[in-house]
């Protein structure tokens, strides 16, 4: 996203070690941040479906009102970024990220599940403007040697977030389990949706009391010394860059890897919770930790089916650390084809197996997600010389996926159930393998060009 959004000027800071020290702890709380937050989806879906009634397609328009801000809102963050600096925008995204968590208030005491959207809405476009602003100052916050140290430490603080994030939601959200109201008429069911809401509430208020602390924060730092940013002319559909069919592809690639990622994590409580997988374990296990504790935490099969989402997330974090070793040792495309090839096989072993085979299949496609997203981000951008962040924004408004597919999926839960529905994510992962391949066969042609006299 760092090259849609405009090119940071040849200036670095020249501030002191501990002034350029400190601003950087302050934007890796940012990727911390929206990971944290991108997550909380997750239980809130779950939470949603039931106090709304909604069927699986309904609920999973959290998704889409969340991840059609970064369609939206990709271009125009960057021309904001060019006008505004990096420090001005930040602080702007952090106000439209925590005006957007506020809204959550209005949507809880009304019980109205549109006001969720609205909200959600507004915190995707303030996430938006942070992770286009956010991405390229680190990279330029002090000395060109440690740009890859500080990038690193942002990245595992953002997997640290989104780690986290689950597991806290579900604490709070699920607090009430994920059954839908009962009330003997509309006015009663409408009280008691207005009560489970406001398990939503909390949360969401403590995250825009810290943002906006934040926000003073880097605003205080806004005549600080800071690098320049210069427009960088983006205009991604360019016919010269549309017709780049390696580029396309990978446009495609992210598409539908968001798009997987987002349905099975979104579907993840639920799933669990079916009688045919962990069914009464989750209650088995909430009773065990209430036991543990002499009844003083009371641990509901909601909750622990939430806070095991954690570990889908979690294992994305560790395969990062395993991809990263292994693509310094493998061509791209072959890891992304074998990493997208064992997430579909995991999927399907998930949609035909039952229990406890069919619960670690699902989670265990964390694993093989972890390097999906930046390889195909790289590969797509490979050669594209001047036109890269033509590329980049095209790849970056493709994280639309995450709006869509999840709508795919959940109208093809409510018709077959959540377990054949996986279909829809493994058919994702089987159109990146065959990216992948296509840029292993590409990779494989360019080193056998000499001996070809090419």
């Avoid at 940012?30 to 069927?55: M, S």
Wanted: proline share 4%; glycine share 12%.
């Amino acid at each position: 996203m760092a090259s849609m959004s405009g090119a940071a000027g040849n200036g670095r800071v020249a501030s002191s070690g501990a002034v350029a020290g400190m601003t950087v702890y302050l934007v890796v709380f940012l990727f911390f941040a929206w990971g944290f937050v991108t997550v909380l989806n997750d239980p809130l879906i779950a939470k949603l479906k039931g106090l709304f009634q909604l069927t699986y397609a309904e609920a999973m328009l959290t998704q889409f009102a969340f991840f059609l801000g970064y369609f939206i809102f990709s271009i125009p963050a960057g021309i904001l970024l060019s006008r505004l600096g990096y420090v001005k925008a930040i602080v702007l995204g952090l106000i439209v990220m925590a005006a957007g968590c506020l809204l959550f208030a209005p949507a809880a005491m009304s019980g109205v599940y549109p006001g969720f959207l609205a909200a959600l809405f507004c915190v995707a476009a303030g996430i938006t403007v942070l992770q286009v602003a956010a991405n390229p100052y680190i990279a330029v916050l002090g000395p060109r040697a440690t740009s890859h140290s500080r990038l690193t430490l942002a990245q595992a603080f953002n997997s640290l977030g989104t780690f986290l994030g689950p597991f806290v939601g579900a604490l709070f959200f699920l607090k009430g389990g994920v059954e839908a109201p009962t009330g003997a008429d509309a006015a009663a069911l409408a009280a008691a949706r207005v009560t489970e809401a406001r398990a939503v509430l909390g949360p969401f208020l403590v995250i825009a009391a810290t943002l906006l602390v934040f926000a003073a924060l880097f605003w205080l730092r806004r005549k600080g010394a800071s690098p320049g940013v210069t427009p960088s002319g983006v205009n991604p559909f360019r016919s010269g860059v549309l017709r780049n069919k390696r580029l396309m592809l990978g446009v495609l690639g992210i598409f539908v890897y968001v798009g997987a990622e987002v349905s099975i994590g979104s579907g993840m409580i639920n799933y669990l919770m079916q009688p045919s997988v962990l069914g009464s374990e989750t209650s088995g296990f909430g009773a065990w930790i209430a036991g543990l504790t002499g009844g003083s935490a009371s641990i509901n099969a909601a909750q622990v089916a939430g806070a095991m989402v954690s570990i889908y997330w979690g294992l994305a974090m560790v395969g990062r650390f395993i991809g990263a070793a292994a693509l310094a040792r493998i061509t791209p495309g072959k890891v992304l084809a074998f990493n997208a090839v064992a997430a579909a096989a995991l999927a399907l072993a998930s949609a035909m197996t039952t229990g406890a085979t069919a619960a670690v299949t699902v989670l265990a496609i964390g694993l093989a997600n972890s390097v999906m997203f930046p390889t195909i981000f790289t590969l797509a951008l490979e050669d594209l010389g001047d036109d890269t962040p033509n590329g980049s924004a095209l790849l970056c408004m493709a994280i639309v996926g995450g709006a869509i597919v999840p709508v795919i999926y959940g109208a093809t839960a409510d018709a077959v159930g959540l377990g054949h529905a996986l279909v829809v994510p493994a058919v994702c992962y089987l159109i990146i393998a065959g990216y992948g391949l296509f840029a292993a066969r590409g990779a494989a042609a360019t080193e056998a060009a000499p001996s070809l006299g090419v």
